[in-house]
């Protein structure tokens, strides 16, 4: 199969080096010339649980030419539009589009560029980090749950379905996957935001009373709104979730550490915690703690002047 990455950051090379590995034709579309240059010039550094180095093909997302069969969207949830402006040339009319991006409300902008039936929607529990430009750290395994939005349903994407799997990506078919999206939303408003602003790894933040005190009211905010909006959530389960996927990466910086902390870069917050603040607005819903958590990493931000 021939597939594109679009957007390859940690959690992308981690899924192109996984299909490559497995027999796939992989390109990594990206737009940090340091990472391309490191790629083009060594080939990507797998560290953690192997230590390679690993041949890839990494280009800008304007450079792609050839009309892809798959495409994996992977992007920071801000730069969606513009990766998929970019490439809108290799969307054919077959080519099956996943999006595995954190955060709530990607479909509406994916429906601009790929025909609904073409949709894949899904989530991750996999983890990954980007060391320098070109050096990924992967270690563990994790699952991927995804539902297609084509009428067919899982018979519309089962050949996607056997290639993640034959990579070992533990792909699960879900027909409800909105769930789920939201579950790992709570996921990343609870550890994201916190250990960026705490500059901590996951189980060093979840180590005290007080944390989890912070987390559980951000789940139960988070539930609210998703209630409110008719998806079906269950609070403790949640936090039973969010409490175990804590303790299974506890020594894991999460995605907006990386961004914040390590990179200086702009987060995904408006997406995750920020996402749910505008909606409790829109809806007359208090979200007192999110909303303060979204303002404080753009104060973060502002204070390392990332732009």
Same mark, same amino acid.
């Given at each position: 199969m021939f597939i594109y990455i679009a957007g390859a950051g940690a959690m992308g090379c981690r899924f192109g080096y996984q299909l490559q590995k497995s027999g796939n034709e992989v390109i990594l579309l990206d737009n940090w010339q340091?990472?391309?240059?490191?790629?083009? *010039?060594?080939?990507?550094?797998?560290?953690?649980?192997? %230590?390679?180095? !690993?041949?890839?093909?990494?280009?800008?997302? @304007?450079?792609?030419? $050839?009309?892809?069969?798959?495409?994996?969207?992977?992007?920071?949830?801000?730069?969606?539009?513009?990766?998929?402006? %970019?490439?809108?040339?290799?969307?054919?009319?077959? @080519?099956?589009?996943?999006?595995?991006?954190?955060?709530?409300?990607?479909?509406? @902008?994916? $429906?601009?560029?790929?025909? /609904? #039936?073409?949709?894949?929607?899904?989530?991750?529990? =996999?983890? +990954?980090?980007?060391?320098?430009?070109?050096?990924?750290?992967? /270690?563990?395994?994790?699952?991927?749950?995804?539902?297609?939005?084509?009428?067919?349903?899982? *018979?519309?994407?089962? %050949?996607?379905?056997?290639?993640?799997? &034959?990579?070992?990506?533990?792909?699960? !078919?879900?027909? %409800?996957?909105?769930?789920?999206? =939201? $579950?790992? &939303?709570?996921?990343?408003? @609870?550890?994201?935001?916190?250990? &960026?602003?705490?500059?901590?790894?996951i189980g060093q933040f979840f180590g005290s009373e007080a944390a989890i005190r912070i987390v559980k009211t951000i789940i139960h905010e988070f539930v609210l709104v998703g209630t409110a909006e008719g998806v079906k959530l269950n609070e403790q389960e949640i936090v039973d979730y969010v409490m175990h996927t804590? #303790?299974?990466? +506890?020594?894991? !910086?999460p995605s907006m550490h990386q961004d914040l902390i390590q990179n200086h870069r702009l987060t995904e917050i408006d997406y995750i915690n920020g996402a749910v603040a505008r909606k409790g607005v829109r809806l007359g819903i208090a979200t007192p703690y999110c909303q303060m958590i979204t303002d404080l990493i753009h104060a973060k931000e502002s204070i390392l002047e990332i732009k």
């Open positions: 340091a990472h391309i240059d490191a790629i083009k *010039a060594n080939g990507l550094h797998i560290t953690g649980d192997e %230590d390679l180095m !690993y041949p890839m093909t990494i280009m800008h997302p @304007t450079e792609a030419t $050839r009309e892809a069969d798959f495409i994996i969207l992977f992007t920071k949830a801000m730069q969606l539009k513009a990766m998929l402006t %970019d490439i809108k040339s290799i969307i054919g009319a077959k @080519t099956k589009v996943l999006c595995l991006l954190n955060g709530l409300g990607h479909e509406d @902008t994916i $429906r601009e560029f790929v025909p /609904q #039936e073409n949709i894949m929607m899904g989530v991750t529990v =996999w983890t +990954a980090g980007l060391k320098n430009p070109g050096v990924v750290f992967l /270690q563990g395994k994790g699952t991927i749950n995804l539902q297609s939005f084509s009428s067919q349903g899982e *018979a519309a994407v089962k %050949d996607i379905v056997d290639t993640m799997n &034959a990579a070992g990506l533990n792909v699960i !078919y879900d027909n %409800d996957v909105v769930p789920s999206i =939201w $579950r790992k &939303a709570c996921v990343n408003g @609870t550890m994201n935001s916190t250990c &960026a602003l705490t500059d901590s790894k804590a #303790e299974i990466a +506890a020594n894991h !910086y």
